[in-house]
């Protein structure tokens, strides 16, 4: 093997060594065991099927923006049967949206996270140990979009998902 030939081996070979060294820091970085399961919300309801939306500003405009925001209660109802006794990350989400941006807030009862999201992101609503088989909040909802890019009803699903260690 020729002195060239050999430096490069060694060079792929620090190469290879330096990826596997990169990867094991990136496995390390997630807890060990931690892994991410959706969460069971079927039984959730809105108490209004429909949200009215309403315009942001009473008069909008290109300068000032053209949102409209919308207000719902919605009983969250979590079934965490499955990581009973266990330490967890509750986390609620929304994919992003063919309307473009939609950001949502709200407030709670106390036994979620207060909080916001904007579409496309997951935002944690719980964190600690998963004592109940179904976890129960009532939230106050409001969400917020571009009232020029929506031009029917839209159907927003959000989703929960559960980091558990």
């Known amino acids: 093997m020729s002195r060239a030939d050999a430096a490069g081996v060694s060079q792929a070979k ?37 949200t009215a939306m309403k315009w942001k500003l009473v008069a909008p405009s290109r300068r000032l923006g053209s949102l409209v925001e919308g207000t719902t209660l919605v009983t969250v109802r979590l079934n965490l049967m499955p990581w009973a006794n266990k330490n967890g990350k509750i986390y609620m989400a929304l994919g992003k949206q063919a309307i473009g941006p939609v950001k949502a807030t709200w407030t709670t ?15 944690l609503v ?40």
């Open 109 to 123: 009862q106390g036994r979620l996270l207060a909080g916001q999201l904007n579409s496309g992101d997951r935002t």
């Open 14 to 50: 620090s190469a290879l060594s330096m990826m596997g060294a990169i990867v094991i820091a990136l496995a390390m970085t997630q807890p060990a065991g931690a892994a991410t399961f959706a969460v069971d919300d079927s039984t959730s309801y809105t108490h209004d099927a429909n």
């Open 126 to 165: 719980y964190a600690g140990p998963i004592r109940t088989a179904i976890l129960e909040d009532t939230i106050t909802l409001t969400i917020e979009t571009d009232g020029q890019r929506l031009v029917s009803a839209q159907r927003l699903q959000f989703t929960f998902e559960i980091d558990v260690d």
